[in-house]
């Protein structure tokens, strides 16, 4: 019998209920697009619903045969176990379909992973999704080799096949720009508005000036903990753009604020400009960029790194304080504050990064943005690493068609 063509393979993607994961999933959904694979990409509803109003993420997807979007009716976000749910889906599908590929897209950095797998308890209490690691026949990690080498030879001795595409955001604009001649990329998947205003003020800063201030899409603290930041902020007397959701400060009771405190709103014109929501990347990249104030989370800490934007890190949990500690200790990347918010000390970190200690840290970031963008330049790691993903997932469904067509002919 003559055996028709081999069919696309078809990717499911199921990212977290999370700014940071939607963010990064999307990321390489996107590259595996450009690779001709067919895509689902679940969500839960409210998320994909977010996604929608505040972004363009349908129209730019339906470039692309073969990808759709699902949702997931009923299911909250803000369920504290989704895991179970994820798993309890997975195993009804596949009473339809046979996965050739099971694979673990990590969206923290591989010290982080690492850590987490050694500690006992934490994994005991399925707190993460590590103990049943070995399920999965590979790891896909948002890293590059030239940044996480020794780490990376750690975690190979378990689990040999780590694919290490990142940072996945520069790796999908220098891919864009090299199959599609698309020379900006400014698209965004946030689940909040984005206020542009603060690209137009940025434009009137002088280069190098402004510091960057930004806790992530989760961080809350309270309103002691913001005057501490924005009086440590003024005394500094360095101009900065801050990002502060709405939801982000609480009382002692842990309620939410609501509005930013009137004495910030009435001064910043002066010192600086507030926003509820920025396009973090674009910003990174401004010219009038001098320094990031980060809750260290993986995706600020890879695109800081690759901006070549040195960072003080204020990590708030997870794998921030892992993140923070290697961004100051390791990489000699910027400067970490720990768990201190001080106004004393808010204003010496932001003089230290950005006048007396700022020739060595322009040194080191220039370095490492430089070898973040060599490893997704053709030739490089990533870019290496990201080609033999794609061929090893040809490979398995070629495998698995030619195993179907085999047994079809036999019956």
Same mark, same amino acid.
Not at 149 to 157: F, M, Y
């Given at each position: 019998?003559?055996q028709g063509p081999i069919l696309s393979p078809h990717i499911l993607i199921f990212p977290g209920p999370g700014?940071?994961?939607?963010?990064?999933?999307?990321?390489?959904?996107?590259?595996?697009?450009?690779?001709? =694979?067919?895509?689902? =990409?679940?969500?839960?509803?409210?998320?994909?619903?977010?996604?929608?109003?505040?972004?363009? $993420?349908?129209?730019?997807?339906?470039?692309?045969?073969?990808?759709?979007?699902?949702?997931?009716?009923?299911?909250? @976000?803000?369920? +504290?176990? +989704?895991?179970?749910?994820?798993?309890?889906?997975?195993?009804?599908?596949?009473?339809?379909?046979?996965?050739?590929?099971?694979?673990?897209?990590?969206?923290?950095?591989?010290?982080?992973?690492?850590?987490?797998?050694?500690?006992?308890?934490?994994?005991?209490?399925?707190?993460?999704?590590?103990?049943?690691?070995?399920?999965?026949?590979?790891?896909?990690?948002?890293?590059?080799?030239?940044?996480?080498?020794?780490?990376?030879?750690?975690?190979?001795?378990?689990?040999?096949?780590?694919?290490?595409?990142?940072?996945?955001?520069?790796?999908?604009?220098?891919?864009?720009?090299?199959?599609?001649?698309?020379?900006?990329?400014?698209?965004?998947?946030?689940?909040?508005? $984005?206020?542009?205003?603060?690209?137009?003020?940025?434009?009137?800063? +002088?280069?190098?000036? $402004?510091?960057?201030?930004? =806790?992530?899409s989760i961080t809350i603290m309270t309103r002691e903990q913001l005057m501490e930041f924005w009086h440590g902020?003024?005394?500094?007397?360095?101009?900065?753009?801050?990002?502060?959701? +709405?939801?982000?400060?609480?009382?002692?009771?842990?309620?939410?604020?609501?509005?930013?405190?009137?004495?910030?709103?009435?001064?910043?014109?002066?010192?600086?400009?507030?926003?509820?929501?920025?396009?973090?990347?674009?910003?990174?990249?401004?010219? @009038?960029?001098?320094?990031?104030?980060?809750?260290?989370?993986?995706?600020?800490?890879?695109?800081?790194?690759?901006?070549?934007?040195?960072?003080?890190?204020?990590?708030?949990?997870?794998?921030?304080?892992?993140?923070?500690?290697?961004?100051?200790?390791?990489?000699?990347?910027?400067?970490?504050?720990?768990?201190?918010?001080?106004?004393?000390?808010?204003?010496?970190?932001?003089?230290?990064?950005?006048?007396?200690?700022?020739?060595?840290?322009?040194?080191?970031?220039?370095?490492?943005?430089?070898?973040?963008?060599?490893?997704?330049?053709?030739?490089?790691?990533?870019?290496?690493?990201?080609?033999?993903?794609?061929?090893?997932?040809?490979?398995m469904n070629m495998k698995a068609y030619s195993s179907d067509t085999y047994k079809d002919n036999l019956s």
């Amino acid at each position: 019998m003559e055996q028709g063509p081999i069919l696309s393979p078809h990717i499911l993607i199921f990212p977290g209920p999370g700014q940071g994961h939607v963010n990064s999933i999307l990321k390489l959904a996107e590259l595996l697009c450009l690779a001709g =694979f067919k895509i689902t =990409f679940i969500n839960f509803q409210d998320i994909h619903e977010r996604l929608v109003r505040h972004t363009d $993420v349908e129209a730019r997807f339906s470039k692309y045969y073969g990808f759709q979007f699902k949702t997931i009716p009923g299911c909250q @976000a803000e369920d +504290p176990r +989704p895991v179970d749910w994820v798993r309890k889906l997975l195993q009804e599908m596949e009473v339809k379909s046979k996965p050739i590929f099971k694979k673990m897209m990590h969206c923290i950095s591989a010290c982080s992973f690492w850590t987490f797998f050694s500690i006992p308890d934490v994994v005991a209490a399925h707190q993460l999704p590590i103990k049943e690691i070995r399920q999965c026949q590979a790891l896909i990690i948002n890293t590059f080799e030239e940044l996480e080498g020794p780490i990376l030879s750690q975690i190979r001795i378990r689990y040999p096949k780590i694919y290490t595409i990142g940072p996945l955001h520069e790796h999908l604009k220098t891919k864009l720009r090299s199959i599609e001649k698309q020379e900006s990329y400014s698209s965004s998947n946030s689940l909040w508005e $984005v206020d542009r205003t603060c690209i137009t003020w940025l434009d009137n800063q +002088p280069s190098q000036s $402004v510091l960057y201030v930004s =806790f992530g899409s989760i961080t809350i603290m309270t309103r002691e903990q913001l005057m501490e930041f924005w009086h440590g902020l003024v005394n500094s007397k360095k101009k900065f753009l801050w990002v502060i959701r +709405p939801e982000s400060v609480i009382n002692q009771d842990g309620d939410n604020l609501g509005e930013i405190p009137e004495q910030l709103q009435e001064g910043e014109k002066e010192k600086g400009y507030i926003v509820k929501w920025a396009p973090q990347e674009e910003v990174l990249a401004h010219k @009038a960029i001098g320094g990031f104030l980060t809750h260290s989370g993986w995706n600020s800490t890879l695109e800081s790194m690759e901006a070549g934007v040195p960072m003080i890190c204020w990590p708030y949990f997870g794998d921030q304080q892992v993140n923070s500690r290697f961004v100051s200790e390791v990489w000699k990347l910027g400067l970490d504050m720990k768990d201190v918010c001080d106004r004393g000390v808010v204003e010496k970190m932001v003089n230290d990064l950005m006048v007396d200690k700022r020739e060595e840290f322009v040194k080191s970031t220039a370095r490492m943005a430089e070898l973040a963008r060599k490893s997704v330049s053709e030739g490089g790691s990533s870019s290496s690493c990201l080609n033999r993903l794609i061929a090893d997932i040809r490979l398995m469904n070629m495998k698995a068609y030619s195993s179907d067509t085999y047994k079809d002919n036999l019956s």
